[in-house]
């Protein structure tokens, strides 16, 4: 079990991203508050680790933490 206190997280510039990319991380989110799909994300912060990159931003309806995490293809086949 990896101890997560001890990753080295790495902030990421969430706004390299392609806009359309953007676009579908903000809107396609879901939030553990509401239990609701889709309601929207803003001041998003990028982050990653040696396993992982997820995105932190505020919910638009309720103002609460949201993540979504993100899985990146890997381009190795």
Do not use: Y
């Amino acid at each position: 079990m990896t101890d997560t206190l001890q990753e080295k997280i790495v902030e990421r510039d969430f706004f390299a991203r392609p806009i359309e990319e953007q676009n579908d991380f903000l809107h396609q989110t879901w939030c553990n508050h509401c239990m609701e799909v889709d309601l929207g994300m803003k001041n998003p912060k990028e982050f990653e680790t040696k396993d992982r990159v997820w995105i932190e931003g505020d919910c638009l309806k309720c103002g609460h933490s949201t993540i979504t995490e993100i899985v990146e293809d890997d381009e190795e086949e």
